[in-house]
């Protein structure tokens, strides 16, 4: 075993056990290394892995910042994992939206009626009603799908939608360059926004299930991967 993935293990360890939290504090480097007979260098690998995995968070300096802080940001880890292997055709756009459309289909059929999640989706779909552009549009529509994941309740399923929908926003983004009219494109999108919370608010989980595989596979159908585009 290298010795980074010593401090890793102490490291994982800590957590399971409860003995270090989220919120917490990791030992200085020094300590670290000296605690576990290994080099700064082999300290500092283990905590630039864990910042890329969105364990924690290392400050500088002194005062409340500093230090390397314990956090939990997932979404943020996998989605950076996902994007990298889209780049490199390893994982097919095509393959990642069926997937989304299995994790968010799932989503809105078990969203609770009264989340605050869906308060916060019915303000997000005002504010696309406004958006200036298409990138606006794009950026709160992102958020409202997310919205609507939260609602299930499923914290695990929230973190692979949000890593999913990172990994082709920007290829989403492009797709609106390819679509004939992206200004009927929009009030077509706006509408299934409004039908597939109507569902979820009415109780209706799979008819809201239907609408928003529909409305997924109806917009990468105008220019995505089943396009030819």
Do not use: C
């Amino acid at each position: 075993m290298r010795t980074h993935q010593l401090v890793l293990q102490w490291i994982e360890n800590q957590l399971s056990s409860g003995r270090l939290a989220l919120g917490g504090r990791l030992p200085s480097e020094r300590t670290l290394a000296e605690q576990l007979q290994v080099s700064r260098t082999s300290v500092r690998e283990a905590i630039r892995i864990l910042e890329a995995l969105g364990v924690v968070r290392a400050g500088v300096g002194s005062g409340p910042d500093a230090g390397t802080l314990v956090i939990a940001d997932p979404t943020s880890a996998l989605g950076s994992a996902l994007r990298f292997h889209v780049a490199t055709s390893h994982l097919p756009v095509a393959d990642i939206v069926q997937t989304r459309v299995l994790l968010e289909s799932w989503a809105v059929a078990r969203a609770q009626p009264g989340s605050p999640a869906l308060v916060e989706a019915a303000r997000l779909l005002d504010q696309m009603d406004t958006a200036p552009g298409a990138d606006e549009f794009l950026a709160l529509d992102v958020r409202f799908h997310l919205a609507l994941a939260e609602a299930a309740g499923n914290a695990v399923v929230s973190a692979m939608m949000g890593s999913l929908r990172e990994a082709i926003q920007n290829y989403a983004g492009q797709l609106t360059a390819k679509l004939p009219d992206w200004e009927a494109t929009e009030a077509s999108l706006r509408a299934e926004h409004r039908d597939i919370l109507a569902a979820i608010n009415n109780h209706d989980g799979a008819r809201a299930a239907e609408l928003v595989a529909r409305h997924i596979e109806g917009y990468y159908a105008q220019a995505g991967p089943g396009s030819g585009a």
